[in-house]
């Protein structure tokens, strides 16, 4: 897709790093929305090695009007020990997606992905602070989801890991930090204990899911029996492809609000906007433009 | 003025690093050429410090996509101890404004300044190869030119500078360098002495100045006398603001080919675009958008 621009002098650059980085979608959507902005500034994407990450910094630190990068794998959690600083957020979750260059040339690591995932959510009106949420899966995009929704203000999480495997050991070792961090009374129980399922989120107004099961076109598995949902339950996915999930399909036929997980990337790619610029990302122009 | 961009995660950079770099046209001149050449490239300027240039130029061999460089004050002759080679013109002439990425990420210095001063005689119909040439102002562009000259197969070059100055000492060894590299007889001329000059000027078919006497609107100033021009000359200025200086005009009133310094900034743009991508830089219809 085309996009009017006027390059010149003053124009900056925020940069995506990883490998590969070729098929990612965001150099368009996000020149787009600084263009809709009023922003001066391209999106680019540089495949890199994690090795390289010092000189990469070191010139992102160097040269003015490169104002930003996003991170991708395999370099999250690569970049941290040569960043000058960390989010609570990123810290904690121990990756980083998103730079934010300080006025002094600061580089500063932030982890978008738990931040789209909870704004998500208070866009869709659901209250967060103080609320009661069950998360399945704190894998990668579940520490983020876990972290973030402690940071955020949610009072009581209870978290659901496959029994005695390593995503267990590490989500012990995370929900160990995090109660410390915060407030959150984050508990973790074994997603065989069906039992213990049903009874965290009979108590819950929120439930997530974080694990890959329902992914892909016409899966019709779920993580969690549709027995357990009822209407005034908050039900959200971090897939979006199928876009309603048989998770998701469950919560809408008792009348549930069913949450997808685009809005959860379209709100993670606004968190790097407001960072960069801080700018409000216009996310549901820019993505009818891009698809329709 | 904007240009119509198809930005994607394949879309290139080239850079301009040097400081300032904020007023630079360069920007908007290389990414609508690029454009019209269907090249999938945004050219964009980084302020550096040239302390900065290991840093910069490691990330640019890191990162695939920043595919090349233009390179300008202060970092011109800075940046040369950090390349992996140099052409031969910008090794004799000792500064680098254009950096070349080759396929397996190596970085080759150029010098466009004297390449593209002589690229716009030919294109000028200009015999190069074999002719004599008057320099007068071996300086930053006249180094440039110089060497340029004696590369591109002028057999004779005549070269003025202030006697006893800076510029004089550096042009000669500047020239004993280029006597050694190439086949061309340069001779050092004191610029006071202006029956040599006339001497030289009556043997040359190529007048060249690059001087700065005759720069700014209205200034009447010329380093060469009138009465040493002739009709079958071709004098060519390095200035471009005026257009025409009083040296041009004075070439004009005897019937002699006139040429202005706006031909040698825009094939020198053209140079690093060829470097680059191997395209032919639509100079002329470029100039006709930007400023039409």
């Not at 104002?67 to 960390?86: E, F, R």
């Not at 600061?106 to 909870?118: A, C, R, T």
């Not at 069950?134 to 890991?161: E, R």
């Amino acid at each position: 897709m085309e996009i009017a621009l006027d390059i010149s002098g003053h124009t900056q650059l925020i940069s995506l790093i990883g490998k590969p980085t070729g098929h990612s979608k965001s150099p368009v959507t996000h020149t787009l929305s600084f263009k809709k902005c009023g922003v001066d500034a391209v999106y680019l994407a540089f495949d890199i090695e994690p090795e390289n990450l010092p000189d990469v910094l070191n010139a992102m630190r160097a040269m003015k009007r490169w104002a930003g990068s996003n991170v991708t794998m395999p370099c999250k959690q690569a970049v941290i020990p040569y960043l000058d600083g960390l989010s609570a957020g990123a810290e904690l979750i121990g990756a980083v997606n998103v730079i934010e260059k300080t006025e002094d040339g600061k580089l500063i690591g932030h982890n978008s992905d738990g931040m789209g995932f909870m704004e998500n959510l208070r866009k869709q009106g659901v209250q967060v602070e103080g609320a009661t949420m069950t998360l399945v899966g704190p894998g990668g995009a579940g520490s983020a989801v876990l972290v973030q929704a402690a940071l955020d203000g949610v009072a009581k999480l209870n978290v659901f890991a496959r029994g005695g495997g390593k995503s267990y050991k590490h989500a012990e070792g995370l929900i160990a930090k995090v109660r410390e961090a915060t407030n959150c009374d984050v508990t973790l129980h074994a997603l065989e204990d069906l039992d213990d399922m049903k009874a965290c989120i009979a108590e819950s107004s929120i439930l997530a899911n974080a694990t890959n099961v329902g992914m892909g076109e016409d899966c019709t598995d779920t993580p969690v029996p549709a027995e357990f949902l009822r209407s005034d339950l908050a039900v959200a996915d971090c897939i979006y492809l199928p876009l309603y999930t048989q998770l998701l399909q469950d919560a809408q036929a008792v009348g549930a609000k069913a949450i997808t997980g685009i809005g959860m990337m379209n709100e993670q790619a606004a968190v790097g906007e407001k960072i960069w610029f801080g700018i409000d990302m216009p996310v549901d122009e820019i993505n009818a433009e891009l698809n329709g």
